[in-house]
């Protein structure tokens, strides 16, 4: 699992820690990787170009006194600073005590710049908000063929949230310390900060508001079949789902559930045939269920199918076309409803359960923040998809999806994402934790189907059981004999 922490946590964590080397320990492990990127790319750090952007107080103060290290293995080191009368006293003499230019000279450090081998951002620290100051802003803009390495988080990026106000700096690595700041894993923050690397500094931090859940996670999460159990111990799916207009949407989301390992699909929707004839596995009578899905293309029958679904006792999975039905419905329509629920939207969809208070764009640029006001206002888990999918409990706890691939934004891709989770929610995971896995497998099943390359939804679907074994770590299964056999 990562673990991500805000600013105000990261501070109490360091405050109780006063006296220990925590810059040391950071400047260290910042060195060695910038050294590391060097010698990959020249071959050694020695005659190596190093640019080093310093704002004020302890972030300016880390690149700085990386910058000495570089110098004293002979890097050739010039350091700009932007806010000159308040660098960091102790890290500006280290690097003039090298021999090291320093400025002021704005034109100097963007000549240099566009020729560094390497750059060092540390411009803005953790506690910095909105977009970087006038006189910071041209390096957001300017050409380099350079690494840039953040220090900490890319100077213009929110920590707290991974919002991007006004202008900011890509990088390739940024190296943070301690913890992960939730900035660091949700977009846009996440698209400015490249390939993320952890420095422990010996940080104590509370319980994290913000977690990504890796391979190990997920394994100990998905349900496994044993040697007792049949299809309904397995979990079986009801799915109010498809139209005669979008009969696919019932497809696709059946498919998901059948790969993501549903012990039977309940089906209520308009073209049975169709999909019996797809999957003739779908069971089309009524009876026991364990969760529903409802709203995949589901139509003009949506109204009555939201109804329907909201008036059981299971758990509920609201997708697409249910989304709009519930946003002009309202909060209150899930009042006094014990049993779990779970939203999927988009962020138009989210945009509309928000009644229109902000628009798609502000969503995605906050994804964080709304997806948190969602599960508030709504009393439900949120599952808010997008380049960097968040899942938001009522009480603001989140996990951040990382894995995925832009390749997944095809049509249909949504429907299979629900019926898997569904699935999921039918196996008796817990909302939270089968909305996290549901976007984590269909990620990456998203990413192993694409390879680089166009995909469909189908592909997407039928990529689910390759996820699935990638996440167990074995090539076939575990069951035993009798597993799984009759009613």
Known sequence: MRYAHTVEQVRAAEAELAGQPLMDRAVAGLAATCARLLSGRRGRVY?????????????????????AALARRGAAVTAVLLTPDRAHPAALAALRAMGSQVTTDQNVGLADFRRADLILDGIVGIGGQG??????????????????????LPSGVDADTGEVAGAALRADVTVTFGTYKPGLLIDPG?????????????????????EALQHADLRALLPRPGAESDKYRRGVLGLLAGSERYPGAALLAVAGALHGGAGAVRYQGRPAEEVVRRHPEVLLTPGRVQAWVVGPGSGDDTPEALS???ASEQPVLVDADALTELARRGPAQLAGRTAPTLLTPHTGEAARLLGGEVTADQVA??????????ARRYGAVVLLKGSSTVVARPDGAAR????????????????????????????????????????????LAGRLAAAGAPITASQVAAALPLAWREIAGAAGGDERGGAGLGD
């Open 47 to 67: 005659g190596s170009r190093v640019l080093v952007l310093a704002g004020s107080g302890d972030n300016g103060g880390d690149a700085l006194f990386t910058g």
């Open 131 to 152: 977009g970087l100051r006038p006189a910071a802003e041209p390096y957001a803009r300017a050409e380099r063929t350079g690494l840039l390495v953040a220090v900490d």
């Open 190 to 210: 996440a698209g400015y900060a490249g390939a993320v690397q952890l420095v422990p500094i010996g940080l104590r931090p509370p319980a994290a508001p913000v």
């Open 308 to 310: 329907d679904a909201l």
């Open 365 to 374: 640029a906050a994804r964080l923040r709304y997806a948190r006001e969602l």
């Open 400 to 443: 951040v999806n990382p894995t995925g691939t832009s390749w997944l934004a095809t049509a249909g891709s949504g429907d299979v994402l629900a019926g898997l989770t569904g699935a999921l929610l039918a196996a008796g995971l817990p909302v939270f934790d089968a909305a996290s896995a549901g976007a984590y497998l269909h990620g």
